[in-house]
């Protein structure tokens, strides 16, 4: 049995699917089981509530950990971590983030680094997967892109190795079910590097109009962040990880999706071309 967490979420609905798909006896830990990916086992579980969590682990041999970004994620993870290892879970997959060249600031992997630790300290096998920034982010511009407004960019011409969500859950499931990937920190990233103004002409081309960005700068759009109601953190995290990409601090493309998979990574366009409707509302 393998335990899917963050199985609402992109990855985890990714992963989920993917396993689902092979007809590997799958269960997804949910707080909300009406949102739960059809095709598997639903447990209700809460991380701050250890009985649940156990109940959750019981008879799990492999779990797959995508705990969502924010304040709470060390906590989260320690628990997860401790409920895995106590129900005798022979391998942990934890989901985190591409190490980054520090530039000042907040730190944006910060709250992945406890999760880490207990993952490697835990006597389990385990694996880190660690991408870069998802294609799917691109989404935040979606209605931009149908109104004609001009596409925010927090990081000028600063390029980034975006990898293809579905890319980082198929490694995923090579970890939980196939040997030789035990112990070990996979940097994943797409095949290029690429900025917004990137993406954005990408996007142009697909949808056969022009479309314009606008530079916003980092610390702007972190106080248009806690003005919409952010979390003061998060959004000084935001702005550093966008500080960090407009200064050239990005880590370069690596060769573990497709040494893996077997198959090159795919670019941001094919991943474009895919969901374009979530750019045109059709």
Known sequence: ??????????????????????????????????????????????????????????????????????????????????????????KVVKLSTIPVAATGGADPGAWHRPGERAVAAGGLAWTLLRPAGFASNSLAWAEAVRTGAPIPNFTGDGTHPVVDPRDVAAVAVAALTSPGHEGRSHDLTGPAMVSVPDQVATLARLLGRPLETVDVPAAAARDQMVAAGADPVLADLAASGWAMLRDGGSPGVTDTVPRILGRPAATYATWAADHLTAFTGN
């Open 1 to 90: 049995m393998i335990l899917i967490t963050g199985a609402t979420g992109t990855i985890g609905g990714h992963v989920t699917r993917l396993l689902t798909g092979r007809g590997e006896p799958v269960r997804v830990l949910v707080r909300d089981p009406a949102r739960a990916p059809a095709g598997a086992g639903v447990v209700r579980a809460d991380y701050a509530d250890p009985r649940s969590l156990a109940a959750a682990f019981d008879g799990v041999t492999a779990a797959f950990l995508a705990t969502a970004f924010g304040p709470a994620l060390p906590a989260h993870d320690l628990a997860l971590v401790e409920a895995a290892r106590a129900a005798g879970v022979k």
